[in-house]
């Protein structure tokens, strides 16, 4: 009898939903603190210990950014993280959200335009753009959830001012 489905293991997106879900729901996802951070000690190759390039910590909740709006349409906060480095600091969020992909796309190009982003550059999956040495990437894509069309993935950078 021949097989018509897919095997588990051949549905990314779905093992992706899955996981993401999977995290968003955990409860020592939600005890983790911002600001709480993990060192890395592991030896180089000479022997001594490695320091980190940067320091970093997770996020239970979302971040302000600066210039870039909250998302006005429903969303769910999934997980995110935060990185101190010399020049700046590093902010990486995800989100679910019910509205489409385009729909997505289309409110934060206009929310960086309207926030005097500039090299704002948009294509099918994603928008960004420089302001003030600060940059911004926001991804989107389908989603497979059964409580949201879309994933929302933000990464910006903010410079240090000096």
Request: hydrophobic share 35%.
């Amino acid at each position: 009898m021949p097989r018509t489905a897919k095997p588990f293991a051949y549905q990314p997106a779905l093992l992706f939903s899955l996981v993401a879900l999977a995290i968003s729901i955990s409860p020592a996802w939600a005890q983790l603190q911002f600001g709480s951070q993990k060192k890395d000690t592991k030896p180089s190759l000479w022997g001594a210990p490695k320091t980190p390039a940067m320091s970093s910590a997770r996020m239970s909740k979302p971040v302000e950014l600066p210039d870039i709006p909250e998302f006005s349409g429903k969303h769910q906060f999934l997980g995110g993280d935060f990185s101190v480095m010399k020049t700046g600091n590093s902010y990486n969020m995800s989100f679910s959200a019910n509205e489409t992909k385009q729909q997505i796309l289309q409110w934060y190009g206009d929310a960086l335009r309207n926030n005097k982003w500039q090299n704002i550059f948009q294509s099918d999956h994603n928008v960004g753009g420089k302001k003030n040495g600060n940059s911004c990437n926001i991804m989107v894509s389908d989603a497979h959830f059964a409580h949201a069309r879309s994933l929302i993935s933000i990464s910006y950078y903010a410079e240090n001012n000096r």
